[in-house]
Nanobody, 126 residues
Framework: QVQLVESGGGLVQAGGSLRLSCVAS????????MCWFRQAPWKEREFVAA????????YLTDSVEGRFTISRDHAKNTVYLQMNILRPEDTAVYYC???????????????????WGQGTQVTVSS
C-alpha cells in the first residue's frame, strides 16, 4: 500500500521559512517524479514544484522561483520543499504527489499523479 505523509507546515510570519517533508512508503522514490502542489481556500489545486526521479531536473512555478527549492533524499525515501521569504499569498494546504508515468513538462499537471498525501497547512501572516 502506497502512502505519502507530509509534515512541516505551520504558522509563520511573512519573510520567514519552513521546510516541508514528504515521506513515502510502499514505493521506491527513485522510480518516480515527485511534486508539490498547493490549494488555497476557494481556489483550484496549483502546481508549485516537481523533481525528476533521480533528482537532476526540477520545475518551479514562476511565483516561487528564487524562494522555494525542491529536493529529495533517496536514502530516506523523502522529498522536501524548502520555502524561504514566505508571503501571505503562499498560504495554502500543500500536497505531495508521485507521478504515474514518465518525467517531462507534464509533471506540472495534477492528473499526472497517481498518489497524493493528506496535505499540510502552511499559513503566512502579514
Amino acid at each position: 500500500q502506497v502512502q505519502l505523509v507530509e509534515s512541516g507546515g505551520g504558522l509563520v510570519q511573512a519573510g520567514g521559512s519552513l521546510r516541508l517533508s514528504c515521506v513515502a512508503s510502499g514505493l521506491t522514490l527513485t522510480a518516480y517524479g515527485m511534486c508539490w502542489f498547493r490549494q488555497a481556500p476557494w481556489k483550484e489545486r496549483e502546481f508549485v514544484a516537481a523533481i525528476s526521479p533521480r533528482g537532476i531536473l526540477t520545475y518551479l512555478t514562476d511565483s516561487v522561483e528564487g524562494r522555494f527549492t525542491i529536493s529529495r533524499d533517496h536514502a530516506k525515501n523523502t522529498v522536501y520543499l524548502q520555502m524561504n521569504i514566505l508571503r501571505p499569498e503562499d498560504t495554502a494546504v500543500y500536497y505531495c504527489g508521485s507521478m504515474r508515468g514518465a518525467w517531462g513538462p507534464q509533471a506540472k499537471r495534477p492528473d499526472e499523479y497517481a498518489y497524493w498525501g493528506q496535505g499540510t497547512q502552511v499559513t503566512v501572516s502579514s
